[in-house]
């Protein structure tokens, strides 16, 4: 027989609800809440205490009587849990107050924002861009080259005054009369591109270039870029077009006012100087704007002379060339007063107009920003 | 060239505009280079009187004058001897900008007596040298006074300058600019003035002779020359004179005046000798080494075979197209003259004047070619101008040789203008513009027959006949075409080479550097330290030591950057450039390096003090943490290059080493660098760096964009520690590829977290902690499994290196 249960012990079990609930409020710290659900809900805690007695129950008072140690087991549990995350937040929230950084001190500002890229290799990639993107490949030459690359097959012969004006550096003569230079212009690509394929070309040749001169506006060893354009048909329209298109793209302006002056120069035939005009705003150079005017490039239709040189029918193919100083547009774009420091690598110099390593030029993102 | 406006309106009749004629002038390819009116800086200039001219009271040589310049009179202290009463002069008052003596004038006391104004000479000017004193103007002019100078004096005519390219001779004179504008339109061209056309009394008494091997004939083919005798030789008319001022030649003598506006006026260069002076016949023939020649103004040449002489029985005269002799100039006293109208090649004359470094204009002339078929008239126009300005009696023309006559005829298919330049010229235009030019046209068929005229010796063939229309109709007007373009996408353009270039650059700036270019040429002494100095890549010419030897790598340049830096107090410094470098004059022999350099504390975390760690000095592993990261960024696995200590001498030999694939192919090195190096260079502070060649490096397979599928195993990864006791001089490379090799298909990776020697180690001992990553595939790994790889590396690496597992 089950033993019965007075509804006085109901009474008790609201005295131990209470008195638990008072521990649990006075647990100060993680471990006396443990100690508390040990003598609490623990194998030989209080509760579980009750809960063992049940078995000598009639069903009836076991149902209600189990139902209200239930619910008091549940609410202890809650009261514990909670009380627990309360004693957690406060003592996560004192390690945090004990934990402050001075968040005023520097960071370095790391090498992606130390290093930079020079002005004449930006230039060079734009220049490269703009004209990939009218179907110019890049050409390159060596340095070193023979009188024959740099002036013969360029219509320049010993005698022409050209040749004495370009004040040529030399390397010693060999003993069968020869003598290497440093060539004096980036036309000598044209030789050698010409000479190692047909028709049709459309090139573009950067590179580094050598004369004996040195002032305000001279290095002795400056930047050209070359442009060709071999096929059957292209004419002095186009040039004027692709010189336009560039002036337009590599400046950054909508228009752009260019004039054409006949000139000379021995490889082409028509010869061309070309002004583009400018407005002086400051320090600054703005182009397609004002009414100034500045030379910023050579070209012409390729000499029927060279054509030959490098066994090219003159009857069947024609073309054009221009040439432009990849310092005087750098100079020009990017506002710098003077041409020397370019190559004198001081680091104030490259740090205010070198560009950051992830400023690849490309036409889709434009080409300077 | 320089000419003024009034003087080509001798050649052009225009009714153009000074700013018309420059728009043209620069269209047509004479390019305008300034233009200048004198009487702009002098229109403050009036024509006065001296009054009197009275003894300064306390300077012996100064005169005080009051001055009359037409609104007022003026005290003026002069101290030129010529100032006296009477005298006409130029008058500037105070406030007036003086340009030869760079002032502005103001009330002045001079000696304690008061001067308001300045009596000017014509140095002060800017007309002339002259400074004796001041300026003495004719009586007549008294009727001027207070007239502007530059009106009374006809000044107020504009000076042109303009570029020749060396195509142009025919633009060197007046009359080859004016024929250029006429044919654009702005004019018509005046008859040209043919020189004395009357009949000579007398023959040439001074016998030309042209003596040349048949092989050099081309040196000097004709030789014209007239003998004028009664002359008066004095000052050359005034209006010749102002000309010859204008554009900046200093006016001598009616003769010396008369060859110098010949030259510029036409072209056409003259010389005059005094013929008293000649010695027997006057012979046009090349030097002979050991001959001397006295230039005027008296400087003494050395002639040789390769030069053009003029010669009589005295001696050489003259450097033919050159320059003319002191002796037998003309001077002041010549009563005879004789002319020389020559031509001479231009290859001689530009090779006689570079040897004796003489630039005259007839040199500049002749060198670009001189109308080949204007000797005869040359001597014409000297006869008349000496006739009209000195009197006298000419003779005959006498000529040796005849005028070469060039007579090309061209075929021009005028259709090849628009082939050429995209621009439709009509026929009837083209004949216009080339007849216009002095071209003759035979147009009966589509194809024209043009004949060149004699001064335009740079048109050969039908591309520069299209020039000649084009130019003068005007590139402006040639119509801009679109080039036609790719259809679709445009393919890329670059070759591997400049991607990785660009690749290389944009990794080593993302790594802190900075990129500099230096210069091609570096000092010859400096090339020798990094391999390079030899003969064949020093300049013949240099323009500087500093500039003169080709260089052999990027370093000697970076380096000596990195110390100017540091001079200026930047000696933190990481620089790098990607550029060429020289092994050879062949083309093969120039490579592309990639270099850069550290110095001082420029790590890669930065450089100088920081608050979170101690400042350090940059070491060779930062040198090798570059080149590392450029092969990996170039498709190089770095770790599958092998590492030797086969740096060059220019780096610390124990503090460096080579990156190469085989014994053969050195992709490049890296380290400190060497100290005595660094003493060279004068280098301050500890500096590190890498050297790679693109060229060297093997192209990356040809491959699909595609990558493969990725391989990410369930299973977790097992780290283990080893510790091994080493010979002090084992690699620590070795022992990493050792343990590596131990169970290739489960060691995943290798990597060394210590090393580190110590007394407790034993003398020539040295520790090298490694942490080896295993990677279970297919099953997890029991701790047998693990300690089975554990054994066969402990056993791998004992094999390889004598290591032992520290206990």
Same mark, same amino acid.
């Given at each position: 027989?089950?033993?019965?249960?007075?509804?006085?012990?109901?009474?008790?079990?609201?005295?131990?609800?209470?008195?638990?609930?008072?521990?649990?409020?006075?647990?100060?710290?993680?471990?006396?809440?443990?100690?508390?659900?040990?003598?609490?809900?623990?194998?030989?805690?209080?509760?579980?205490?009750?809960?063992?007695?049940?078995?000598?129950?009639?069903?009836?008072?076991?149902?209600?009587?189990?139902?209200?140690?239930?619910?008091?087991?549940?609410?202890?549990?809650?009261?514990?849990?909670?009380?627990?995350?309360?004693?957690?937040?406060?003592?996560?929230?004192?390690?945090?107050?004990?934990?402050?950084?001075?968040?005023?001190?520097?960071?370095?500002?790391?090498?992606?924002?130390?290093?930079?890229?020079?002005?004449?290799?930006?230039?060079?990639?734009?220049?490269?861009?703009?004209?990939?993107?009218?179907?110019?490949?890049?050409?390159?030459?060596?340095?070193?080259?023979?009188?024959?690359?740099?002036?013969?097959?360029?219509?320049?012969?010993?005698?022409?005054?050209?040749?004495?004006?370009?004040?040529?550096?030399?390397?010693?003569?060999?003993?069968?009369?020869?003598?290497?230079?440093?060539?004096?212009?980036?036309?000598?690509?044209?030789?050698?591109?010409?000479?190692?394929?047909?028709?049709?070309?459309?090139?573009?040749?950067?590179?580094?270039?050598?004369?004996?001169?040195?002032?305000?506006?001279?290095?002795?060893?400056?930047?050209?870029?070359?442009?060709?354009?071999?096929?059957?048909?292209?004419?002095?329209?186009?040039?004027?077009?692709?010189?336009?298109?560039?002036?337009?793209?590599?400046?950054?302006?909508?228009?752009?006012?260019?004039?054409?002056?006949?000139?000379?120069?021995?490889?082409?035939?028509?010869?061309?100087?070309?002004?583009?005009?400018?407005?002086?705003?400051?320090?600054?150079?703005?182009?397609?704007?004002?009414?100034?005017?500045?030379?910023?490039?050579?070209?012409?239709?390729?000499?029927?002379?060279?054509?030959?040189?490098?066994?090219?029918?003159?009857?069947?193919?024609?073309?054009?060339?221009?040439?432009?100083?990849?310092?005087?547009?750098?100079?020009?774009?990017?506002?710098?007063?003077?041409?020397?420091?370019?190559?004198?690598?001081?680091?104030?110099?490259?740090?205010?107009?070198?560009?950051?390593?992830?400023?690849?030029?490309?036409?889709?993102?434009?080409?300077?920003? | 060239?320089?000419?003024?406006?009034?003087?080509?309106?001798?050649?052009?009749?225009?009714?153009?505009?000074?700013?018309?004629?420059?728009?043209?002038?620069?269209?047509?390819?004479?390019?305008?280079?300034?233009?200048?009116?004198?009487?702009?800086?002098?229109?403050?200039?009036?024509?006065?009187?001296?009054?009197?001219?009275?003894?300064?009271?306390?300077?012996?040589?100064?005169?005080?004058?009051?001055?009359?310049?037409?609104?007022?009179?003026?005290?003026?202290?002069?101290?030129?001897?010529?100032?006296?009463?009477?005298?006409?002069?130029?008058?500037?008052?105070?406030?007036?900008?003086?340009?030869?003596?760079?002032?502005?004038?103001?009330?002045?006391?001079?000696?304690?007596?008061?001067?308001?104004?300045?009596?000017?000479?014509?140095?002060?000017?800017?007309?002339?040298?002259?400074?004796?004193?001041?300026?003495?103007?004719?009586?007549?002019?008294?009727?001027?006074?207070?007239?502007?100078?530059?009106?009374?004096?006809?000044?107020?005519?504009?000076?042109?300058?303009?570029?020749?390219?060396?195509?142009?001779?025919?633009?060197?004179?007046?009359?080859?600019?004016?024929?250029?504008?006429?044919?654009?339109?702005?004019?018509?061209?005046?008859?040209?003035?043919?020189?004395?056309?009357?009949?000579?009394?007398?023959?040439?008494?001074?016998?030309?002779?042209?003596?040349?091997?048949?092989?050099?004939?081309?040196?000097?083919?004709?030789?014209?020359?007239?003998?004028?005798?009664?002359?008066?030789?004095?000052?050359?008319?005034?209006?010749?004179?102002?000309?010859?001022?204008?554009?900046?030649?200093?006016?001598?003598?009616?003769?010396?005046?008369?060859?110098?506006?010949?030259?510029?006026?036409?072209?056409?260069?003259?010389?005059?000798?005094?013929?008293?002076?000649?010695?027997?016949?006057?012979?046009?023939?090349?030097?002979?080494?050991?001959?001397?020649?006295?230039?005027?103004?008296?400087?003494?040449?050395?002639?040789?075979?390769?030069?053009?002489?003029?010669?009589?029985?005295?001696?050489?005269?003259?450097?033919?197209?050159?320059?003319?002799?002191?002796?037998?100039?003309?001077?002041?006293?010549?009563?005879?003259?004789?002319?020389?109208?020559?031509?001479?090649?231009?290859?001689?004359?530009?090779?006689?004047?570079?040897?004796?470094?003489?630039?005259?204009?007839?040199?500049?002339?002749?060198?670009?070619?001189?109308?080949?078929?204007?000797?005869?008239?040359?001597?014409?126009?000297?006869?008349?101008?000496?006739?009209?300005?000195?009197?006298?009696?000419?003779?005959?023309?006498?000529?040796?040789?005849?005028?070469?006559?060039?007579?090309?005829?061209?075929?021009?298919?005028?259709?090849?203008?628009?082939?050429?330049?995209?621009?439709?010229?009509?026929?009837?235009?083209?004949?216009?513009?080339?007849?216009?030019?002095?071209?003759?046209?035979?147009?009966?068929?589509?194809?024209?027959?043009?004949?060149?005229?004699?001064?335009?010796?740079?048109?050969?063939?039908?591309?520069?006949?299209?020039?000649?229309?084009?130019?003068?109709?005007?590139?402006?007007?040639?119509?801009?075409?679109?080039?036609?373009?790719?259809?679709?996408?445009?393919?890329?353009?670059?070759?591997?080479?400049?991607?990785?270039?660009?690749?290389?650059?944009?990794?080593?700036?993302?790594?802190?550097?900075?990129?500099?270019?230096?210069?091609?040429?570096?000092?010859?002494?400096?090339?020798?330290?990094?391999?390079?100095?030899?003969?064949?890549?020093?300049?013949?010419?240099?323009?500087?030591?500093?500039?003169?030897?080709?260089?052999?790598?990027?370093?000697?340049?970076?380096?000596?950057?990195?110390?100017?830096?540091?001079?200026?107090?930047?000696?933190?410094?990481?620089?790098?450039?990607?550029?060429?470098?020289?092994?050879?004059?062949?083309?093969?022999?120039?490579?592309?390096?990639?270099?850069?350099?550290?110095?001082?504390?420029?790590?890669?975390?930065?450089?100088?003090?920081?608050?979170?760690?101690?400042?350090?000095?940059?070491?060779?592993?930062?040198?090798?943490?570059?080149?590392?990261?450029?092969?990996?960024?170039?498709?190089?696995?770095?770790?599958?290059?092998?590492?030797?200590?086969?740096?060059?001498?220019?780096?610390?030999?124990?503090?460096?080493?080579?990156?190469?694939?085989?014994?053969?192919? +050195?992709?490049?090195? /890296?380290?400190? $660098?060497?100290?005595?190096?660094? #003493?060279?260079?004068? %280098?301050? !502070? *500890? =500096?590190?760096?890498?050297?790679?060649?693109?060229?060297?490096?093997?192209?990356?397979?040809?491959?699909?964009?595609?990558?493969?599928?990725?391989?990410?195993?369930?299973?977790?990864? +097992?780290?283990?520690? /080893?510790?091994? $006791?080493?010979?002090?001089?084992? #690699?620590?490379?070795? %022992?990493? !590829? *050792? =343990?590596?090799?131990?169970?290739?298909?489960?060691?995943?990776?290798?990597?060394?977290?210590?090393?580190?020697?110590?007394?407790?180690?034993?003398?020539?001992?040295?520790?090298?902690?490694?942490?080896?990553?295993?990677?279970?595939?297919?099953?997890?790994?029991?701790?047998?499994?693990?300690?089975?790889? *554990?054994?066969?590396?402990?056993?791998?690496?004992?094999?390889?290196?004598?290591?032992?597992?520290?206990?």
């Amino acid at each position: 027989m089950g033993k019965t249960i007075d509804t006085a012990e109901y009474g008790d079990l609201e005295a131990l609800e209470t008195a638990l609930l008072g521990e649990l409020d006075a647990a100060g710290d993680l471990a006396a809440l443990e100690d508390f659900r040990v003598g609490a809900l623990g194998k030989k805690g209080r509760i579980s205490a009750l809960m063992k007695t049940l078995g000598q129950m009639e069903p009836d008072a076991r149902k209600s009587f189990g139902q209200s140690v239930n619910g008091l087991k549940q609410r202890v549990s809650d009261a514990l849990e909670a009380r627990k995350s309360d004693l957690g937040e406060a003592a996560l929230a004192a390690r945090l107050a004990t934990e402050t950084a001075d968040v005023t001190l520097p960071v370095r500002p790391g090498p992606e924002m130390m290093g930079r890229i020079h002005p004449i290799s930006q230039v060079w990639d734009e220049l490269t861009e703009i004209f990939a993107d009218m179907g110019f490949s890049v050409a390159e030459g060596p340095d070193i080259e023979t009188e024959e690359k740099n002036f013969d097959k360029l219509n320049i012969p010993a005698s022409h005054p050209a040749r004495q004006e370009m004040d040529t550096f030399y390397f010693p003569t060999k003993e069968d009369g020869s003598r290497k230079l440093l060539r004096t212009h980036t036309s000598p690509v044209q030789i050698r591109t010409m000479e190692a394929q047909q028709p049709p070309i459309r090139i573009i040749a950067p590179g580094r270039v050598y004369r004996s001169d040195y002032d305000q506006t001279h290095t002795p060893m400056f930047h050209q870029v070359e442009g060709l354009v071999i096929d059957d048909s292209t004419h002095m329209g186009h040039l004027k077009w692709c010189l336009e298109e560039f002036c337009k793209a590599f400046f950054e302006v909508d228009k752009v006012k260019m004039k054409f002056r006949a000139s000379h120069f021995p490889f082409t035939e028509p010869s061309m100087e070309v002004d583009i005009q400018y407005a002086e705003v400051g320090n600054e150079v703005r182009m397609g704007e004002g009414d100034k005017w500045m030379e910023i490039l050579g070209c012409g239709m390729v000499h029927p002379n060279v054509l030959r040189a490098v066994g090219y029918d003159p009857e069947k193919v024609q073309g054009w060339a221009f040439g432009v100083g990849i310092e005087r547009i750098t100079t020009l774009k990017y506002g710098m007063p003077d041409l020397r420091p370019m190559f004198a690598s001081d680091m104030r110099w490259l740090k205010h107009y070198g560009f950051l390593p992830f400023d690849v030029p490309s036409l889709a993102g434009g080409l300077s920003s | 060239m320089k000419f003024t406006l009034d003087w080509l309106k001798d050649h052009l009749e225009t009714d153009a505009t000074l700013q018309e004629i420059c728009d043209v002038l620069d269209r047509v390819g004479l390019e305008v280079e300034s233009v200048e009116n004198p009487a702009d800086k002098l229109a403050d200039f009036v024509i006065a009187k001296v009054e009197h001219a009275e003894q300064h009271p306390n300077a012996d040589k100064l005169r005080v004058c009051t001055v009359n310049d037409g609104k007022a009179t003026h005290q003026v202290v002069c101290g030129a001897p010529n100032a006296r009463t009477g005298l006409i002069g130029v008058f500037a008052g105070p406030g007036v900008y003086v340009p030869g003596i760079d002032m502005t004038l103001t009330k002045a006391k001079i000696r304690d007596v008061e001067s308001f104004g300045m009596l000017c000479s014509e140095r002060e000017l800017e007309l002339s040298d002259e400074h004796d004193g001041i300026i003495d103007l004719d009586e007549a002019l008294g009727a001027h006074i207070g007239e502007r100078f530059v009106d009374v004096m006809k000044m107020n005519d504009p000076v042109i300058e303009i570029a020749i390219t060396p195509n142009r001779p025919d633009a060197l004179g007046v009359r080859g600019v004016a024929r250029d504008l006429a044919a654009a339109g702005l004019g018509t061209l005046k008859p040209e003035n043919k020189g004395f056309t009357g009949k000579a009394t007398f023959d040439c008494p001074v016998e030309i002779k042209l003596e040349f091997d048949a092989a050099d004939t081309i040196a000097c083919p004709a030789f014209a020359g007239r003998y004028i005798r009664g002359v008066k030789n004095g000052p050359s008319a005034p209006w010749m004179q102002k000309r010859l001022t204008a554009i900046g030649l200093r006016p001598i003598n009616a003769l010396v005046d008369i060859t110098n506006y010949v030259s510029y006026d036409r072209g056409r260069p003259l010389h005059a000798y005094d013929a008293d002076k000649l010695k027997g016949p006057i012979r046009a023939r090349l030097g002979a080494s050991g001959e001397k020649f006295t230039a005027l103004g008296g400087t003494v040449y050395d002639v040789d075979e390769d030069m053009t002489v003029i010669a009589d029985d005295s001696g050489v005269l003259a450097l033919g197209g050159v320059m003319g002799g002191e002796v037998t100039g003309s001077t002041d006293t010549t009563t005879n003259v004789f002319f020389e109208s020559a031509w001479f090649d231009p290859v001689r004359t530009a090779n006689c004047g570079r040897k004796v470094n003489i630039n005259s204009d007839a040199r500049y002339r002749f060198e670009r070619g001189v109308d080949p078929q204007s000797e005869k008239w040359g001597t014409d126009l000297a006869a008349h101008y000496v006739l009209e300005m000195c009197g006298g009696e000419t003779s005959a023309m006498a000529i040796a040789g005849e005028e070469p006559d060039p007579q090309l005829v061209i075929d021009f298919d005028p259709a090849l203008i628009v082939k050429l330049t995209g621009l439709n010229v009509k026929a009837a235009e083209t004949k216009k513009i080339l007849a216009s030019l002095g071209f003759t046209i035979d147009g009966k068929s589509d194809v024209l027959k043009v004949t060149v005229p004699s001064w335009r010796p740079d048109v050969h063939g039908p591309a520069d006949l299209v020039e000649e229309v084009i130019r003068i109709v005007g590139i402006d007007t040639v119509p801009s075409v679109p080039m036609p373009r790719g259809i679709g996408v445009a393919k890329p353009v670059m070759t591997e080479r400049q991607k990785r270039i660009r690749h290389a650059k944009h990794l080593l700036a993302g790594r802190g550097l900075v990129e500099a270019v230096t210069y091609s040429f570096i000092q010859s002494d400096v090339a020798a330290l990094f391999g390079g100095g030899s003969g064949a890549l020093e300049l013949a010419n240099p323009i500087s030591s500093e500039m003169s030897s080709m260089r052999p790598s990027l370093l000697a340049g970076l380096l000596q950057a990195a110390q100017r830096n540091a001079d200026r107090g930047l000696g933190d410094v990481a620089l790098f450039e990607v550029g060429q470098v020289y092994a050879g004059d062949e083309p093969g022999d120039q490579t592309t390096s990639v270099a850069a350099i550290r110095m001082g504390t420029a790590t890669l975390t930065g450089a100088g003090r920081d608050w979170r760690g101690s400042e350090t000095s940059v070491d060779v592993f930062d040198a090798k943490a570059d080149a590392a990261a450029v092969l990996a960024g170039l498709g190089l696995d770095p770790t599958k290059a092998q590492i030797t200590r086969n740096a060059p001498g220019w780096f610390h030999p124990g503090r460096s080493g080579t990156f190469q694939l085989g014994p053969k192919n +050195v992709l490049g090195h /890296f380290g400190e $660098v060497h100290p005595s190096v660094a #003493a060279k260079l004068g %280098l301050g !502070r *500890a =500096a590190v760096a890498f050297e790679l060649t693109i060229e060297a490096l093997p192209s990356p397979k040809k491959k699909t964009p595609s990558r493969g599928a990725v391989e990410m195993a369930d299973l977790q990864q +097992v780290k283990r520690d /080893f510790a091994f $006791v080493v010979d002090a001089n084992i #690699a620590a490379g070795d %022992l990493v !590829r *050792a =343990a590596q090799g131990a169970e290739k298909k489960l060691i995943s990776g290798v990597s060394v977290f210590d090393v580190f020697e110590g007394a407790s180690l034993g003398e020539g001992k040295k520790s090298i902690a490694i942490e080896v990553t295993l990677q279970p595939r297919g099953q997890t790994m029991t701790d047998e499994d693990i300690e089975a790889v *554990a054994s066969k590396i402990v056993a791998q690496v004992k094999k390889a290196t004598g290591g032992e597992i520290r206990g």
